[in-house]
């Protein structure tokens, strides 16, 4: 193609690097088709990212009107600017949201994606054609008073803000079903086990009051790392010192933000702190991946506890979800456990790169805050969905097998502990290794033993398993 056939239907641009040729009809520009030439590498664009762009143009909108009020943007400026950051708040445009999240320039090109877009829709809004940078600029009229590196780092906490209550909701809602089989198996006993032991008598809704406790426990400490992404670097410019910025633009740009986003955004009391560490995003995604691990540890023990009783234990029925084998006719596996589990070891993976990522800022800024932004996003969307299905497609349909549990419990050595108060911890061990027999249940055991009878043994175990568990 030569070069006259490709100049028709297209616009030239120019930076110190030379020309390009971009689409007339595309609202990106030079800088959006650089990256997309450079970064294409993980296939997640900018405009797949809802919350992260509404957080952009809330930021470029807060800061169109603050330049307003501080005499450095026109009024037709601004206007243009805020419609368009509104049109792409409401899902316009994100089309030519092309850059890739995971670019490497520490968040340039995404800064300059959302720019380029909203610049040129705001110069089709005051009936100039994209490109047309005379009238209205991407750097200097919509990036006025910011850089990428205060930018991104706000948008990042605000998109975080905005995504992880459904997390909450999630974790919560999941949390409320283990406590609703809590009180179903409040009176179903069981063996409790220690190291895959036989340990001390137990129910089954007493088993149930700890997974719903610490689901509990990891919401509310997601929610308490929360609260610090209310504090953020916008103002600060390039480094911290709001250089490049209009005299009080800082708190009047975090004020604008609060009233376009709802949040209670404050400005950091030290930016050079938040400029250069992003320690609040590390805490945030260690107690995410805390939660994973806890998750998965429940989905761990319900595999077990789910295990067929020919093979297994045999305790609990987990709903059978699909087919299980490809050659084993019959065959269900608890596939909705084995996808927490899978979860749990991605999220492990993310909070690595993460706390890599975090760790490894040079001097002024962190310029890997991309890759934090994918993988917690990630993170985030993987618990919030798992924590779902894990309560819609097993905690709600879970079953116990009484029948199956009180026969393990009867042919356990678990009565042994309530012997000892009266015989001593050596004499029932003794009677456990030497007197019982894995033929017969440790309760005929002691009652051929004469050391206790079957109503002896049924009042003991209702008294040992009398006790308030109710979660607050």
């Known amino acids: 193609m030569d070069k006259t056939t490709k100049k028709e239907g297209m616009r030239q641009e120019t930076d110190c690097l030379g020309s390009v040729f971009i689409d007339r009809r595309a609202l990106y520009g030079i800088n959006t088709v650089r990256a997309r030439d450079n970064f294409a590498v993980s296939n997640v664009k900018l405009g797949d990212q ?64 959302i720019n380029e877009v909203i610049a040129n829709r705001a110069l089709q809004l005051l009936d100039y054609q994209p490109g047309d940078y005379h009238q209205l600029h991407p750097n200097d009229d919509v990036n006025c008073s910011q850089s990428t590196n205060d930018v991104i780092p706000t948008a990042m906490h605000i998109a975080l803000l905005l995504r992880v209550p459904k997390l909450l909701i999630a974790l919560n809602e999941l949390a409320e079903s283990l406590c609703q089989k809590r009180d179903e198996f409040s009176q179903v006993l069981r063996v409790g086990r ?68 709802g949040l209670t955004l404050r400005a950091a009391d030290e930016h050079f702190d938040v400029m250069q560490n992003a320690d609040d995003i590390a805490r945030l995604s260690a107690e995410i991946r805390i939660a994973a691990e806890m998750l998965g540890k429940i989905a761990t023990d319900l595999t077990l506890l789910g295990s067929d009783d020919a093979g297994g234990l045999g305790e609990i029925a987990l709903p059978e979800q699909q087919a299980g084998s490809s050659i084993m006719p019959g065959k269900v596996n608890p596939v909705i456990p084995m996808l927490v589990q899978q979860i749990w070891f991605s999220i492990v993976g993310n909070d690595s790169v993460v706390s890599q990522a975090v760790s490894h800022g ?43 549990s009180l026969h393990n419990l009867l042919h356990s050595s678990a009565l042994a502990t309530a012997l000892v108060p009266e015989m001593g911890y050596q004499k029932v061990a003794d009677i456990v290794r030497d007197k019982h027999q894995p033929s017969r249940s440790f309760m005929d055991t002691l009652e051929q033993e004469g050391l206790m009878t079957k109503e002896q043994a049924e009042d003991c175990l209702q008294r040992s398993v009398a006790r308030d568990n109710s979660i607050e």
């Open 194 to 261: 220690t190291c895959l032991q036989s340990a001390q008598p137990m129910t089954l809704g007493q088993a149930f009051s700890g997974y719903a406790s610490v689901v509990k426990r990891c919401a509310s400490h997601i929610e308490t790392a929360m609260t610090a992404l209310n504090v953020v670097a916008l103002g600060g410019t390039a480094i911290g010192t709001g250089f490049g910025a209009a005299e009080s633009y800082r708190s009047r740009v975090v004020e604008n933000l609060n009233d376009i986003s």
């Open 50 to 113: 809802h919350d992260y762009v509404t957080a952009l143009v809330m930021v470029k909108q807060a800061a169109a009107i603050t330049n307003h009020q501080l005499g450095v943007l026109s009024t037709d400026k601004r206007d243009a600017i805020v419609a368009a950051c509104q049109e792409i708040a409401n899902g316009a445009h994100r089309q030519w949201l092309i850059a890739d999240v995971l670019e490497g320039s520490g968040g340039t090109s995404t800064n300059m994606n």
């Open 362 to 404: 040079q001097l002024e800024i962190n310029h890997f805050e991309p890759v934090m932004i994918t993988r917690l996003f990630d993170s985030v969307d993987l618990l919030t969905n798992a924590s779902q299905r894990f309560n819609d497609k097993c905690i709600s349909g879970l079953m116990a097998h009484e029948t199956r």
